[in-house]
């Protein structure tokens, strides 16, 4: 059974970091594209990042580009998001995903993602 597991998240104050981790069982996803999402209150879930399984690199959506950093250590099967100089618009549930296909790059939409992790709450107070 595939389970993906979110943690690190929290409440912390604008201008705060957080590290959220995603730990990955029941297969390997070394080769292949793992990403976050993120829902707030009242919206559609949305992306935020993705690192390739081909090449390892990274993607980020325009709102957090500069300040979010996402990593994955194929050795732990663990992808992670560096979030730094957070805003309260950032809060929500952040959502862990992987897919089950190899594709070169990565893609931004959800249903291309086969596996996700039952989220973890950021709350980023102003």
């Known amino acids: 059974q595939v389970q993906l597991v979110e943690s690190g998240g929290g409440l912390v104050q604008a201008g705060g970091s957080l590290r959220l981790s995603c730990a990955a069982s029941?297969?390997?996803?070394?080769?292949?594209?793992m990403g976050w999402f993120r829902q707030a209150p009242g919206k559609e879930r949305e992306f935020v990042a993705a690192?390739?399984?081909?090449?390892?690199?990274?993607y980020y959506a325009d709102s957090v580009k500069g300040r979010f950093t996402i990593s994955r250590d194929n050795a732990k099967n663990t992808v992670y998001l560096q979030m730094n100089n957070l805003k309260a618009e950032d809060t929500a549930v952040y959502y862990c995903?992987?897919?089950?296909?190899?594709?070169?790059?990565?893609?931004?939409?959800?249903?291309?993602?086969?596996?996700w992790g039952q989220g973890t709450q950021v709350t980023v107070s102003s």
């Open positions: 995903a992987a897919e089950s296909r190899l594709r070169l790059g990565v893609s931004f939409t959800l249903r291309d993602y086969d596996y």
């Open positions: 029941g297969r390997t996803f070394n080769s292949h594209t």
């Open positions: 690192v390739s399984g081909s090449a390892g690199s990274p």
